[in-house]
């Protein structure tokens, strides 16, 4: 078999699995439509352009997220390793430039000489592979209809919304306060308080706003960890409260004045002369962004980079379709990646990407694939998009509740997430040996 991967699409996980690959001794074709042809949210023809926020998500030792990219670094994770080139302070978050970040990713793989990134929208799926499908929510039409027709039924799909960007300079830092929250870390959040009366008539506002209309064949299924502002204030005017404008733990620094809501931006860049809105993900027409936001004090007089949007996103029922090697059980050469099979988040693409590419490779390489065990979080990952038990297939960020259960009981949570993670830790080492 010819020493060649092909990879669709070179966002987080088809630039991952391009340049595990090419690390493997694989010579890779990596096809990106953009900026040929682009998307309703993507801006640039960049590898891996962040667009829905720039956060690659908690830090904090014992938490998911943190082991996820642990794992991933063991691997020497391109996009962590240029997640760490490129951060800015966030607190317990890895926040990146978006700039910097993509950028990075973009000339190491234009650099590295087993791979070829070709600027050109394919619309058919190639049929020869060994091929991996990494296009993403954002799949262009012509190629999702080739997918469609080729696995024999409709996609699933959710609907995510993007947060503002706000110019720094237009803030009223009279009004608003860097702190992070029970003082975690640096004071890397800057927040815009509100009063009890402020949020409720914020919260008035909210609800009577125009949004931006869906089509008549569409039907609105949104993805829960990435829900329109005006869509959790509709579920009660508290919400927000207790969701992205919870106050608990940002008293101020100064005069330790508590407040009933509390609105955070975090920086979008180095320079910090640009904010997002955390949690502000909104299908609000723009006018109606820029009335109703800024009756949060300190943004009377924002300025926006952009203003909030909502796109379709696309994945298929990876559980029904996919092997244990991550291919189209219909078709073995077709590999699928990233988003596109049901994992929501930046790193966890990424990590699919990895896996995909490794699966490939292997295969290439005339070897065996060897899954992880599940109770590494790549393998806790892996299993839930490969569980043939599952009902009512949702998109899923990394999290605890899909690893395997302790043997012993533990009620402490954090206790408990540490014994997790110092299992996961020995179970990622164990199989590591037995595919080096």
């Not at 970040?101 to 929208?121: D, N």
């Not at 914020?202 to 829960?224: D, G, M």
């Not at 904010?275 to 502000?280: I, R, S």
């Not at 065996?368 to 790549?378: G, N, R």
């Amino acid at each position: 078999m010819e020493n060649r991967l092909t990879i669709v699409g070179a966002g987080l996980a088809g630039s991952e699995a391009a340049w595990q690959a090419a690390q493997r001794g694989v010579d890779v074709v990596l096809y990106e439509m953009r900026p040929q042809t682009s998307t309703p949210a993507h801006k640039t023809g960049l590898c891996a352009e962040l667009v829905c926020s720039n956060s690659l998500g908690n830090q904090l030792e014992g938490a998911a997220p943190f082991l996820l990219k642990e794992e991933l670094q063991k691997f020497s994770s391109l996009i962590i390793a240029s997640g760490h080139k490129a951060s800015v302070p966030a607190g317990a978050a890895l926040a990146v430039d978006r700039d910097i970040f993509s950028k990075e990713i973009t000339r190491v793989l234009e650099e590295h000489p087993r791979v070829k990134i070709v600027r050109e929208e394919l619309k058919e799926i190639p049929g020869e592979g060994p091929v991996i499908i990494a296009t993403g929510p954002l799949t262009s039409p012509a190629l999702a209809d080739s997918i469609s027709s080729l696995i024999g039924e409709n996609y699933l799909y959710f609907y995510d919304a993007i947060s503002p960007i706000i110019d720094a300079a237009s803030i009223d830092y009279e009004k608003a306060f860097f702190a992070s929250r029970y003082d975690k870390g640096d004071a890397d959040y800057l927040n815009c308080p509100l009063s009890k009366e402020q949020y409720e008539n914020f919260i008035r506002e909210l609800k009577a706003a125009e949004k931006v209309p869906f089509q008549s064949f569409e039907k609105p299924v949104y993805f829960e960890g990435c829900m329109p502002i005006e869509e959790l204030a509709e579920r009660g005017d508290k919400t927000l409260a207790f969701g992205p404008m919870k106050p608990v733990g940002l008293n101020h620094p100064e005069t330790g004045e508590r407040f009933y809501a509390v609105v955070q931006l975090r920086k979008e860049n180095r320079e910090g002369t640009a904010f997002n809105m955390v949690g502000f993900q909104t299908k609000l027409k723009y006018p109606e962004q820029k009335r109703i936001f800024s009756m949060i004090p300190g943004l009377e007089n924002a300025e926006f980079f952009r203003l909030g949007a909502i796109h379709r996103n696309t994945f298929i029922n990876a559980p029904s379709l996919l092997g244990r090697e991550l291919s189209l059980k219909t078709h073995p050469h077709l590999y699928f990646a990233g988003q596109m099979i049901g994992v929501e988040g930046y790193v966890e693409s990424c990590a699919l990407g990895l896996l995909a590419s490794m699966s490939a490779t292997r295969r290439l390489q005339g070897e065996v694939f060897i899954p992880p065990p599940p109770e590494t979080a790549l393998g806790a990952l892996y299993h839930f998009v490969t569980d043939k038990k599952k009902t009512n297939y949702q998109p899923m960020n990394i999290n605890f509740g899909l690893f395997p259960a302790l043997q012993e009981r533990v009620r402490d949570k954090k206790t408990r997430n540490l014994k997790i993670t110092e299992r996961a830790r020995v179970a990622l080492r164990d199989w590591m040996d037995k595919i080096s």
